[in-house]
């Protein structure tokens, strides 16, 4: 590669200018291998080779599209709220400390306000008002304990909401990623059934015709049968037996069972010659 | 937030109930595999191996590769001595079981055809003949597991005709016989040139040329009876007839006005019509299939190209525009190909041209190719060709996927015409 863009950018220039000298050819060549060795240098190599089968390429794009939709922006999210929980956790804490103290200050006050009433009974009117004053604090402390504990409900609730939300969220990430790894599935069971059908020479494109599978998570079809034919019986013949002939998808025996059981317990094949002359 | 985050939820819960569909668009066409057990039979020798017969139409099909009867691990003759698993292992998807009984004098063939794959019975029939019918029986069963298996009815049973040169063109003969080249039965012979044999669609007469009058004379000769019948007596040439599709009529060329032009004979009227008016020459006739059009051969452009021609407008159209000769064409039975003589490189070869597209597939790589015929399932066509200098028939299917000689005759072979089916 690095060759033959040499042997280009030089011979143009020689033959142009041959009584210059080769000032000019030398230096261009000088900068372009600057530059050749500069990209090698660079990383300038074939891409990682793929380690996965061969899958679609829609499959991939979709993966591609997926990944960070699944993993940054709900990790970030989380964490800012999670920092946000523990500050009001924080906050609700220190409240209740304080009522706590409040409510120690307010049976010292009492005890003391008892004390008072034995000791000077002429003070008694004013300590009735006082006692006026305090149950009026206490009411005012009781309203107040009532609606940090509402508070406090609510954020518990919300919290609770908010928990909910993100296992949902994660859920339905999650749902979108086990699409995803089943697409590569679906991949591979299109190749084994496509290499074990072989056609009638009766068929033609535009015939299509579905059939029904069942299997067992080894990856075995248990039962077979036609939903929808084309009117062909040999056509659709050729499709049942090619099923059969592959007998067993090797593929789906270390799939995750909850994958097996979402998507391949029961699933339809759809046959649909696109590679036929006529 | 909440409103979505449901939304979200019921949108994948739609996701998750929808049923997987995996669409499958590629396959791979090979022949299918089939094992033909000999047959039970409790007589003595037969004149016909059945099994055999069957096998061998089969395979020449090009869709079947019978299994070999040193291969078998059993010779079942019943479906409880069937078992799936041998035959399965042996790569079978087809099982073939037959009984011949000998009943009143006559053979009664009971066979069953078995799906190995599907492990059901997807065919069982009875069919009787005499002793001389013992290779219809065959065939018979041929077609059948052809049209169960392939979806198209299967031409075993069918017939040809072609012309045989013996002794360095020293006689003449008109040859009928199985589509398999077995069971040859001479219908003409002559010390004069036979040329141009053309089957009647009801499959009772023969139209063909000959030259015992001393100049090119059209004939109809009943099968059955060999009752023979003169059509045309014209100065010059008189060539190539065809039958139209309804058998009225037959399209011929005549050069009685100067040069060869095509002409229509009603056979119940006798009267002649000239279709074509050109001065170059204009030959080698076939009718379309709704039998209301022509296609010939006219070099009318410079080259010899094929071109129809409608007969009620008389309006003509080239239809073959890839390479320099194109000749001798014949519609398949579908009306959707055209088969024709193409010089490619230089050598004749068969090719067909699809109607619609105009596309061209090279059928054949042998040389000096002529002649071909189509058979009625439209599935394979008979040529003539040269093979170690001597005139034989070849067959090629309509897909060039298999190609096959039929067993070498004594004389040189040509000219064939596949039977329809009747």
């Not at chain 1, 409510?103 to 034995?118: G, I, V, Y």
């Not at chain 2, 004749?348 to 189509?374: C, F, K, N, W």
Request: proline content about 5%; hydrophobic content about 40%; glycine content about 6%.
């Amino acid at each position: 590669m690095s060759l033959s863009a040499i042997s280009v950018s030089s011979s143009p220039s020689s033959g142009v200018s041959p009584g210059e000298g080769y000032g000019l050819p030398i230096a261009i060549s000088l900068i372009l291998h600057v530059l050749i060795i500069a990209a090698v240098a660079w990383g300038w190599e074939s891409p990682p080779a793929d380690t996965h089968k061969v899958t679609p390429s829609y499959v991939e794009a979709k993966l591609v599209s997926m990944t960070p939709k699944s993993s940054k922006p709900a990790a970030t999210k989380k964490k800012v709220r999670k920092i946000d929980l523990a500050a009001k956790k924080r906050e609700q804490q220190r409240l209740k400390e304080q009522r706590l103290k409040k409510q120690r200050k307010l049976q010292q006050a009492n005890a003391a306000a008892t004390r008072k009433a034995k000791k000077l009974a002429q003070e008694r009117a004013r300590m009735a008002e006082e006692q006026l004053a305090a149950e009026r604090e206490q009411q005012r402390l009781e309203k107040e304990r009532l609606v940090q504990q509402r508070e406090a409900e609510n954020e518990k609730q919300r919290q609770q909401d908010f928990a909910d939300a993100l296992a949902a969220e994660d859920e339905l990430l999650l749902a979108e990623q086990d699409e995803v790894t089943a697409q590569s599935y679906v991949a591979q069971i299109a190749q084994a059934i496509g290499q074990h059908w072989s056609r009638p020479p009766s068929a033609r494109r535009g015939m299509t015709c579905e059939l029904q599978l069942q299997l067992i998570p080894t990856g075995e079809v248990v039962s077979v049968s036609v939903s929808k034919g084309s009117g062909n019986g040999a056509f659709d013949r050729s499709a049942e037996q090619a099923v059969k002939k592959l007998g067993r998808f090797e593929s789906l025996a270390d799939m995750p069972p909850a994958l097996f059981e979402r998507y391949f317990r029961q699933f339809t094949l759809l046959f649909d010659p696109q590679d036929l002359r006529l | 937030m909440r409103i979505v985050v449901m939304l979200l939820l019921l949108l994948s819960a739609g996701v998750s109930r929808a049923e997987l569909t995996i669409e499958i668009t590629q396959g791979v066409d090979n022949p299918t595999a089939i094992a033909v057990v000999p047959f039970g039979w409790r007589g003595g020798a037969l004149a016909e191996d059945l099994a055999a017969i069957i096998s061998q139409d089969l395979r020449r099909s090009g869709q079947f590769s019978p299994l070999a009867n040193k291969d078998m691990l059993a010779f079942p003759h019943q479906q409880t001595d069937v078992y799936y698993r041998d035959w399965r292992i042996l790569g079978t998807e087809f099982l073939l079981l037959g009984n011949l009984d000998f009943v009143d004098e006559r053979y009664q063939l009971t066979f069953e055809l078995y799906d190995v794959l599907l492990q059901k019975k997807v065919l069982r029939q009875t069919v009787d003949g005499d002793e001389a019918q013992l290779r219809d029986l065959a065939h018979f069963v041929s077609d059948k597991v052809y049209e169960l298996i392939t979806g198209i009815r299967g031409a075993f049973s069918t017939q040809m005709i072609y012309v045989e040169a013996l002794g360095g063109n020293k006689l003449y003969r008109l040859m009928l016989a199985d589509a398999d080249g077995a069971r040859e039965k001479i219908l003409l012979e002559s010390q004069q040139p036979l040329m141009s044999p053309s089957w009647s669609p009801d499959g009772k007469s023969v139209a063909y040329v000959s030259f015992e009058t001393g100049r090119p004379a059209i004939f109809r000769q009943q099968i059955a009876t060999a009752e023979r019948q003169q059509l045309t007596n014209f100065r010059g040439l008189n060539g190539a007839p065809v039958w139209s599709p309804d058998g009225n009529q037959l399209a011929l060329v005549l050069s009685k006005d100067g040069n060869p032009e095509i002409y229509t004979l009603d056979l119940s009227s006798g009267v002649f019509n000239r279709v074509t008016k050109h001065f170059d020459i204009d030959t080698e006739p076939n009718w379309t299939i709704d039998g209301k059009g022509i296609v010939f051969t006219s070099d009318r452009g410079g080259k010899p190209q094929i071109y129809q021609v409608t007969l009620a407008s008389g309006r003509v159209e080239r239809l073959t525009f890839e390479g320099d000769y194109n000749a001798r064409a014949r519609i398949s039975p579908d009306g959707k190909s055209l088969v024709m003589v193409h010089r490619y490189n230089g050598v004749y070869h068969i090719a067909a041209q699809d109607m619609a597209s105009g596309d061209i597939r090279v059928l054949t790589e042998t040389q000096l190719d002529e002649s071909p015929s189509i058979a009625p399932n439209g599935a394979m066509l008979i040529y003539a060709t040269k093979y170690q200098g001597k005139g034989i028939l070849a067959a090629v299917s309509l897909d060039a996927g298999v190609k096959f000689r039929l067993p070498s005759k004594s004389g040189d072979v040509r000219e064939p015409s596949w039977s329809p089916y009747y």
